[in-house]
């Protein structure tokens, strides 16, 4: 038994430099006494920039220099040795040197390089936190029992038969692990998906019955909408796993959408914090959150979308054209924004870049259209809010600043309410909304 812990988890940004390291070694020494096994990102950037490597290996150019420079940048600033990742920079030079002759790189090539980011990331804070008298080991993930499936570029993980604490256990110091990489059975490496350390904390923590698992980022927890188009938007202080669940669904990015589960099922609180004011509160979010009755809690949103629509030529039974296209759009793995179904057609909102795909497999079962460049933005409330005019008074809102709505959806648990906007009426969407609910009531 590892004995009570917590975990804490910090995003690229907050790595993204030595000083922002530096930070991030003294709010792990407060909280010594608690026992931490922290999970981090790859520096801000780097995972971008190990997949723009992947993307240009079919062009031959697939150097990995300003990558390797970058790192030892960080050693240098830090006052650790600049040859400390020079094994691992080798290995990552090696495999691009190889994508680039193979003129190619698979999901499950791109999942091993892209690996690197948080595997140097590991051993970087791990050294900082050694040179400031905090004894720690670097520990990837994979060594430590986290297992998928072979679903490269959004693997699922399977079961933990407490491997993953035992591993843990026998780390000597405090155990930095590499967030949003595991390996599948065969031992290759695999990714949860993008932005997946917050996944990874999540499941270390079930994993090790942790006490509390902390998401350490750049903002003052949830707020009750982005504050980059709404400066006034107010942190919110507590919140249920549900709600935070709807708005990681609507796009919000301060939690990934799926480190909330393990969190739940083990009945583990989590907390939002920013790394440069620790002492701030942050958002507490637990299973037995009282959320004000009628009540409509923050605005999310999530750009970038496509709206596509698949007609049917109606020689199909609905109920048979229905099962076709959810299936068609299951095989694509993607997250799905608000559907609209009427007796024939169904509408829905996907990312850009999965509605090609998208389009291509539906065209077999109908006639098919893009509506590219849309937004959609989600309303998440108290249920008996929606049921009892928070709903109308979004339509009201729009209708007044002459905002269409393209397509809207009301979420299973009654909750919630999803519209679907023109991308370039996301931002005045947003502050309409945030206005009309939030201008005289507190979050």
């Not at 990995?64 to 290995?91: F, M, N, S, W, Y």
């Not at 595991?182 to 997946?196: C, F, I, M, P, S």
Request: with cysteine; aromatic share 4%; hydrophobic share 50%.
């Amino acid at each position: 038994m590892i004995g009570r812990v917590i975990v804490m988890k910090f995003g690229g940004t907050s790595l993204g430099d030595a000083r922002h390291i530096r930070e991030v070694v003294e709010i792990v020494r407060r909280q010594l006494p608690a026992r931490p096994v922290v999970v981090v990102s790859a520096h801000a950037g780097v995972t971008d920039a190990l997949l723009e490597v992947a993307a240009r290996a079919p062009l031959g150019d697939a150097t990995t220099e300003p990558i390797a420079a970058r790192h030892r940048q960080i050693l240098v600033d830090l006052d650790l040795p600049h040859q400390l990742l020079d094994p691992l920079l080798g290995e990552l030079h090696d495999l691009a040197r190889g994508l680039r002759l193979v003129g190619a790189a698979s999901a499950k090539a791109r999942d091993l390089l892209v690996s690197y980011g948080e595997r140097c990331s590991a051993r970087t804070v791990a050294a900082a936190l050694g040179a400031g008298g905090i004894p720690a080991t670097a520990v990837d993930a994979f060594a430590a029992g986290l297992r998928t499936d072979s679903a490269f570029g959004r693997a699922r993980p399977l079961p933990d038969d407490g491997r993953i604490e035992q591993a843990i256990a026998a780390v000597p110091g405090v155990p930095v692990v590499t967030g949003f990489i595991a390996a599948d059975e065969l031992g290759n490496v695999t990714t949860l998906g993008r932005n997946g350390s917050d996944y990874s904390a999540a499941l270390f923590g079930a994993a090790l019955r942790a006490t509390e698992i902390q998401i350490w980022k750049d903002v003052d927890g949830v707020r009750t909408a982005d504050p980059r188009l709404v400066p006034e938007a107010r942190p919110i202080r507590r919140m249920g796993f549900t709600e935070v669940c709807e708005l990681a669904s609507f796009g919000s990015k301060v939690l990934h959408p799926a480190a909330m589960v393990p969190a739940m099922q083990a009945g583990i609180p989590m907390s939002v914090r920013h790394t440069e004011a620790p002492d701030a509160p942050g958002t507490h979010i637990e299973a037995d959150v009282a959320v004000p009755h009628g009540a409509v809690r923050a605005i999310a949103h999530r750009a970038g979308m496509a709206l596509v629509t698949v007609q049917s030529d109606r020689l199909v039974p609905q109920h048979a054209f229905l099962g076709r296209v959810f299936g068609e759009l299951a095989s694509l793995h993607g997250e799905l924004g608000p559907v609209a179904v009427s007796e024939a057609a169904v509408t829905v909102a996907l990312d850009r870049h999965a509605a090609g795909p998208a389009a291509a497999r539906l065209g077999l079962l109908g006639e098919v259209g893009i509506e590219p460049d849309r937004a959609v933005v989600g309303v998440v409330a108290d249920v008996a809010a929606i049921e009892h005019g928070a709903a109308a008074a979004v339509f009201d809102t729009l209708q007044k600043q002459g905002i269409p709505v393209r397509c809207a959806g009301q979420g299973a648990r009654g909750g919630t309410l999803a519209v679907v906007v023109a991308e370039t009426d996301l931002s005045r969407t947003v502050r309409a909304l945030h206005q009309r609910f939030f201008a005289e009531v507190g979050s």
